[in-house]
């Protein structure tokens, strides 16, 4: 677009005007320009645009003229809204529609945050320091190119680290091209390439706190002209939406999953917004893009205060808190395998019961010590920085057993506090004693245990054990053991288990081949295990624990287990979920009781129109007991073929994931199964949340060349889920530390890889995350919790702590053991709190 002046009479018409210019140089620097910024800055402050500390990046130059004594405030906070042009032309409408539309939101809403508008054509208001220090903001609303001289950009820079307030609409990020400064005033470029064409598009809203955001929908349905950027700015700043490409076609410059729309950030001693949005007149028509316009506003002319820095990478500090263990010790860490932060900030984490490389591994079954390791639980004190050992068990656990007697997943596998630990110091402990294995039938016991911690000695008193909860699992073929706890806000434990079965056997499809077993049991038939009612394994189960040692069952379990149906005696109440895989982290939200897991998959590496489904790892979100599905259905209620007796290799039909049925020869519990609960998350090789058309009776292709990806920030390849925690944000809390609001219910999922995998903050719609519904929004915090062969490349737990950082364990670089690069990690957040600082306020602390 190309104009000259706006309709209205010019507030400022006094000031001259000066003609287009064609050519700037690439980068506007020297001592000529720099003298100008401290003239004009010194200027700015006496004209009372800060009083005060000013919030900059580098302290204004010393005014020796004259100084005020309170900011612009009160009933004059003035907006100035600037719609030069690089070149003549005819009056735009868009300008017109813009200014229209700011006019009325500083003449509306409550009193105390309206504000007065002066728009202008003319740069040279910027050289003008007494004007220019009456505005608490600069709205660019320019059709772009080179709208400012050098000493005019030279009166804007002087007048942002005065502390000013600057708010860019659309294609105000094409001003000022060949300006170094400009850019980071904005924040990116557009491409060349970007579409030219109004299309319709879903934003994803994703900040729910920022004045610019947090009343518009979650996602937000408009049309505009979709900008896509020469470098993405996520990261360096602080990105409040983006917009789903899925939704328009963004052309051969597209950015991708992460296409930032509306962002912001402290720049340069003030505070900067910009919004990619705005590009159509009907724009300026829409309520949700005014109340947007109007919360950047309210923030730019320090109104009220917001937090820009939450999502800056720069202002995280990930540290190494453990140290490598001493030759063949493990005195920092076992084999990372779980974590849990006491209310003092002190971190409990365990070691599965994989030992050191050094020590020998027996595999022989004759041998009375197979599979023998050791469980270790860890102590961390943030107050000494030190690490103790604060037990051990004996558990099956070191390799010893699985397929081929090569690797095992049992050992030390889930750890929690008691919600009462500081006075009663009960840890609960899911783990597989050596003491009852069999090796004759290959069969042992799992068990969950109370055991009492000694803040005297610092060491589990070991005699101490109260056996709650205990069950058989086979361990003659590996794997799937789970083991993540965690406890709602009721005193409810919920207990993660593996289904138990082998990996093999299916060609990587649905567990369900019925016939190889190890006298008599079955060890390649989830359908025994997970898909069982009256079996524990590849369940989340959930019971209320008893000061004597005991537990009972809570109402609103899966089964009572007093069914009368078919027969009775084939359920069991202890179940909370049923149908998962191996679910080695879970994570309840007692803000809202909200159960979260995810669980590692199968492993085809293709869909297969025979058979079903590729491996998907899976999230979900579970709000009420239900069947996840697993081995009947994944995803989204996608549906494997069925295998039976007598030739297993054959496909029978495809199962039911609303009626299923467990007809295996392995099944001891109910036939006629809950039906299935779509997950939210699911991924594969090829990409996130892969879906296909779907026949007359619901079944999907599974043809790879159509299949629909739903969640493109998702992809896998070897891959290993790992849920993680919702932040929640504590008001009360002094910690300097502390994750900032921005993250408040957050939902953090990752993967135990690094490359392509996830690692991602995700906000759900708390109206459809129970029935499966997609996450709204999601952004990669690969930069904040670091991955690489430095940082924490194995992600196997993280929980944030009562201090507000994020604790994460690196698993290693190995398998079935630990190594130099096993560590408990902290993640603090190092950017301060929101801007402007509360006495700088325009009108006072509000």
């Not at 105390?112 to 004007?131: I, L, P, Y």
């Not at 038939?525 to 008893?546: F, M, S, V």
């Not at 026949?695 to 889920?721: F, H, M």
Request: hydrophobic share 30%; charged share 25%; glycine share 12%.
């Amino acid at each position: 677009m190309r104009f000259t002046s706006h309709q209205k009479p010019d507030p400022l018409r006094g000031l001259s005007t000066r003609s287009p210019r064609t050519a700037r140089r690439a980068r506007r620097s020297g001592p000529r320009r720099r003298a100008w910024v401290a003239a004009v800055t010194s200027g700015l402050v006496a004209a009372g645009l800060l009083s005060g500390p000013a919030a900059s990046a580098r302290p204004a130059p010393e005014v020796t003229t004259m100084s005020i004594t309170s900011p612009p405030g009160g009933s004059d906070v003035r907006v100035l809204l600037f719609y030069g042009s690089a070149a003549g032309g005819e009056e735009s409408p868009l300008v017109n529609a813009g200014i229209e539309a700011i006019e009325k939101i500083g003449l509306t809403g409550p009193e105390n945050q309206r504000f007065k508008v002066t728009a202008t054509g003319n740069a040279d208001v910027f050289t003008d320091a007494e004007r220019l220090g009456r505005f608490n903001t600069v709205v660019f609303l320019t059709g772009g190119g080179d709208v400012l001289d050098p000493e005019q950009e030279a009166g804007l820079e002087a007048y942002m680290e005065a502390g000013g307030g600057f708010l860019g609409i659309h294609d105000a990020a094409r001003a000022e091209p060949y300006s170094d400064w400009f850019t980071g005033l904005i924040g990116a470029r557009p491409a060349a390439s970007s579409p030219a064409t109004v299309q319709r598009a879903t934003v994803e809203v994703g900040d729910r706190r920022h004045p610019a955001t947090k009343s518009l929908p979650m996602e937000w349905k408009r049309p505009d002209k979709w900008l896509n950027w020469v470098k993405n700015p996520s990261g360096e700043v602080h990105t409040v939406a983006r917009v789903r490409e899925s939704t328009y076609q963004p052309g051969s410059s597209a950015n991708g999953w992460d296409h930032p729309v509306s962002w912001c950030r402290d720049y340069d001693g003030g505070r900067s917004f910009y919004t990619g949005m705005g590009g159509t007149v009907s724009s300026y028509d829409e309520t949700d893009f005014r109340e947007h316009l109007r919360g950047a506003l309210l923030w730019t002319t320090r109104l009220v205060r917001a937090d820009c820095t939450a999502t800056i990478t720069g202002n995280y500090k990930a540290e190494r808190l453990t140290q490598p263990n001493q030759p063949g010790q493990n005195d920092q860490i076992g084999e990372p395998h779980g974590l849990v932060t006491a209310p003092d900030g002190r971190v409990f984490y365990i070691g599965r019961g994989g030992a050191d490389a050094s020590q020998p591994v027996i595999t022989d079954w004759e041998d009375p010590d197979i599979g023998k390791g050791k469980g270790q639980i860890h102590v961390y004190d943030p107050r000494t920085r030190k690490v103790t050992l604060a037990g051990e068990l004996t558990v099956f656990g070191n390799k010893g057993g699985g397929d081929e007697l090569v690797k095992v997943e049992e050992g030390l596998l889930g750890i929690e506090l008691d919600p009462g630990f500081s006075q009663n110091g009960w840890v609960y402990l899911h783990y597989t004693p050596h003491s009852e294995i069999d090796r004759e039938t290959h069969m042992a016991e799992r068990r969950v245990s109370r055991f009492t911690y000694d803040e005297a000695t610092g060491k589990l008193d070991l005699s101490s054990e109260k056996v709650l909860l205990k069950w058989p699992v086979q361990i003659h073929s590996c794997c799937h053991a789970g083991g993540g706890m965690a406890w709602d806000s009721k005193g409810n434990l919920y207990i993660a288990t593996g289904d138990n079965n082998s990996s093999r056997f299916s060609d990587g499809y649905s567990g369900n081949n019925p016939e190889p077993n190890f006298k008599g049991v079955s060890f390649a038939d989830a359908r025994r295990t997970a898909g069982n009612t009256n079996n524990l394994n590849g369940k989340i189960l959930r019971i209320h624990p008893e000061p004597d040692g005991t537990y009972t069952i809570p109402e609103g379990n899966l089964f009572t287990g007093e069914e009368p149906d078919e027969g009775g005696g084939k359920t069991r109440g202890e179940i909370y979920v049923m149908g998962v895989r191996n679910p080695a982290r879970i994570f309840v939200d007692k803000t809202t009781d909200i159960l979260y897991a995810g669980w590692v998959g199968p492993d085809a590496g293709q869909p297969s129109p025979v058979w079903g489904p590729a491996k998907y790892d899976t999230f979900a979100a579970i709000t009420k007991a239900s069947n996840r599905g697993w081995p009947y259905c994944m995803g989204n209620k996608q549906p494997y073929r069925d295998r039976n007796l007598p030739d297993p290799s054959k496909p029978l039909g495809w199962y039911d994931c609303d009626h299923p049925k467990n007809e295996s020869p392995n099944n001891d519990g109910l036939v006629n199964l809950p039906p299935v609960t779509a997950n939210n998350i699911w991924y594969s090789p090829q990409g996130g949340g892969p879906d296909f058309p779907r026949d007359e009776n619901g079944v999907p292709s599974y043809k790879e060349e159509e299949a629909i990806y739903r969640l493109p920030w998702l992809k896998g390849g070897g891959q290993a889920a790992m849920n993680g925690p919702v932040y929640r944000y504590d008001e009360s809390s002094d910690s300097s530390v502390k994750w900032p609001a921005y993250w408040d219910g957050k939902w953090f999922v990752g993967d135990f890889y690094d490359a392509d995998q996830p690692r991602n903050a995700v906000l759900m719609n708390p109206g459809t995350l129970g029935d499966g519904g997609l996450p709204v929004h999601s952004e990669s915090l690969k930069k904040i919790v670091p991955v690489g062969n430095d940082g924490i490349k194995n992600l196997m737990d993280w929980k944030f702590g009562p201090d507000g950082a994020l604790y994460v364990l690196d698993y290693g670089r190995g398998f079935f053991t630990s190594d130099d690069k096993s560590a408990l990690w902290r993640v603090t957040y190092t950017g301060g709190g929101p801007t402007p600082a509360a006495d700088q306020l325009a009108r006072g602390t509000q």
